[in-house]
Each structure stands twice: as structure tokens, then as C-alpha cells.
């Protein structure tokens, strides 16, 4: 991760004089690299607010199947709408996901449309390069978060089929019955926050570097 933070303040360094030494369209590659920085932050935004509903999911559930549970009704009431919470948040999360990857793609786009305009063949080259390099990067991450989104689903899923269910057979041994595969939906929740965790600490890091060569 060092060495690509490294590619990518070169790159910024270079890609931000680069557009900004253009004709025409002067402020549209800095204008999208501010727009594409900033949907970035919107789903860093949407990721913290995930992981913060998948706990309250998980906590909920667990207080939900504890042994000797007095008040069940009240636990599911709680349950089925931290997962309604899920919902709602995981959705902003896929909607905003695919605006980034939009935004980037028509950075790194008009990024190739300024380069092919330069008359020096090194200029040129090395504007191309560093695009590269970065859009690179930037695909990772567009990548990874279409990975994670899957695993979201899945988990909302699977939280809503145990809704369901409760809302059949809140009995006790139907809570008896239900809890293994509980457990394995809140141990699941787990393991996503961990994945959701990478996502958002790649896409900060990138975006600080992509936010400080806008400013450059």
C-alpha cells in the first residue's frame, strides 16, 4: 500500500499541472478530480454508517436469541429495524459505489482526452503514464468495493430470513432452534466489518492524496 501511496503523489504532482497547463477545458480535469475526491468521501461516509448497522444487527440478534430472554417481542421489534436500518444504509452504499466508479472513470478519462493534446512526445508520455498508474489504483478499489458489496448483500440477506422467521416462530424453541444459525449470521457480520474496513482505509488513503493534488 506504501508504494502505491508513493505512485500516487507522483502522479497527483504531475497529472495536477499537467490538466491544468491545458486549453480549452483548463478547469474540467481539476473540477472531476474534486468531484470524483468528494463521491469518495460520500462512500467513506456510507461504509462507516454500514458497519455501524451491521453491530447494532449483530447486538440486537444476540440480545435477541440470549437464553432466558423475558422480553422477546420487544428484542425482535428491535432486531427488524436495526436490519431495516441495514437495508436503507447498504443500498446508499451500492448507489454511491457505482457514482465513484462513474466520476473516476470520467476523470482518468478526461485525463487521456488532455494528454493526447500535448505536441511533445515525452510530455505526452509521461501524462500517460501516470494516468495509468493511477487509474490502476483507483480500479483496485472500484474492484474491491464490488466485492464487498456482495458480501453485503449476502449479510442482509440472511439477517432478513432470520427476521422472517422470528416473526413466524418466536417461541422458545423455535429461538432454540434458530440460534446456531444466528450466531454464524452475527460471527458473518464480523468478518464483514473487517472487509469493510479495508475498503475504507484504501479508499481514504487514496482519496487524501487525490483531494491534495486537486489543491496543488
Known amino acids: 500500500m506504501k508504494k502505491r501511496i508513493a505512485i500516487i503523489i507522483a502522479t497527483l504532482a504531475v497529472g495536477a499541472v499537467l490538466v491544468l497547463s491545458g486549453c480549452a477545458s483548463t478547469q474540467t480535469g481539476t473540477e472531476q478530480g474534486v468531484t470524483t475526491s468528494q463521491s469518495m468521501e460520500t462512500v467513506e461516509g456510507d461504509i462507516r454508517l454500514v458497519v455501524i448497522d451491521v453491530n447494532s444487527a449483530g447486538q440486537a440478534l444476540a440480545s435477541l436469541i440470549r437464553p ?14 436495526s436490519v431495516d436500518a441495514l437495508v436503507k444504509s447498504s443500498e446508499k452504499y451500492t448507489k454511491h459505489s457505482e457514482e465513484m466508479r462513474v466520476h473516476g472513470r470520467d476523470y482518468f ?5 488532455q494528454g493526447s493534446t500535448y505536441q511533445n512526445a515525452q510530455i505526452r508520455s509521461l501524462s500517460d ?39 413466524t416462530d418466536l417461541t422458545p424453541r423455535g429461538v432454540q432452534v434458530m440460534t446456531p444459525t444466528a450466531l454464524d449470521a452475527i460471527a458473518d457480520g ?14 481514504s488513503a487514496v482519496r487524501y492524496e487525490l483531494a491534495s493534488g486537486d489543491s496543488r
Not at 478519462?109 to 482526452?113: F, K, L, Q
Not at 464480523?190 to 479508499?203: F, G, P, Q, R, Y
Open 68 to 81: 432466558n430472554q423475558a422480553e422477546t417481542a420487544k428484542a425482535l421489534d428491535t432486531y427488524s429495524k
Open 109 to 113: 478519462e478526461d485525463w487521456r482526452v
Open 129 to 167: 503514464q501516470r494516468r495509468s498508474e493511477l487509474s490502476a489504483v483507483y480500479a483496485d478499489i472500484a474492484t474491491q468495493s464490488v466485492g464487498v458489496q456482495g458480501s453485503v448483500a449476502t449479510h442482509v440477506s440472511m439477517l432478513q430470513e432470520i427476521k422472517t422467521y422470528f416473526t
Open 190 to 203: 464480523h468478518a464483514l466489518n473487517i472487509k469493510l474496513e479495508n475498503v475504507l482505509a484504501s479508499i
